[in-house]
């Protein structure tokens, strides 16, 4: 069974960096596409972010192209979402998800994923 924990939010003035990571267990990441996803109360979880770990591709959603960079370590088995340049509409929580093998044109929607961390929350205020 594939586990995900987030880790890295807090609370970071408008114009700051950070740096989430996502922490996998119970298999390798080679056969997985990782995703991030942005939840705010209200809306629908979006998807922000993705790596396919088979072919390499990566996926950024329009908002974010800019300012968000994915990457992953596999000795560590984490992937990690660096965000630069924080907007206070960067505000909610963060997601990392697993799906095997899904390619990157699907990582816009959360239903194609299966496997779930717990979040991390992520405050973007001055």
């Known amino acids: 069974q594939v586990q995900l924990v987030e880790s890295g939010g807090g609370t970071v003035q408008p114009g700051g960096s950070l740096d989430l990571s996502c922490a996998v267990s119970?298999?390798?990441?080679?056969?997985?596409?990782i995703g991030w996803f942005h939840k705010v109360p209200g809306k629908e979880r979006g998807g922000v972010s993705c790596?396919?770990?088979?072919?390499?591709?990566?996926y950024y959603g329009d908002s974010v192209k800019a300012r968000f960079t994915i990457s992953r370590n596999n000795d560590k088995n984490t992937v990690h979402l660096q965000i630069s340049s924080l907007q206070v509409e960067d505000t909610g929580t963060y997601f990392c998800?697993?799906?095997?093998?899904?390619?990157?044109?699907?990582?816009?929607?959360?239903?194609?994923?299966?496997?779930w961390g717990q979040g991390t929350h992520l405050n973007v205020s001055s």
């Open positions: 998800a697993a799906a095997r093998g899904l390619a990157v044109e699907h990582c816009d929607s959360w239903r194609w994923f299966d496997h």
């Open positions: 119970g298999s390798s990441l080679d056969s997985y596409t």
């Open positions: 790596i396919n770990n088979i072919d390499g591709r990566t």
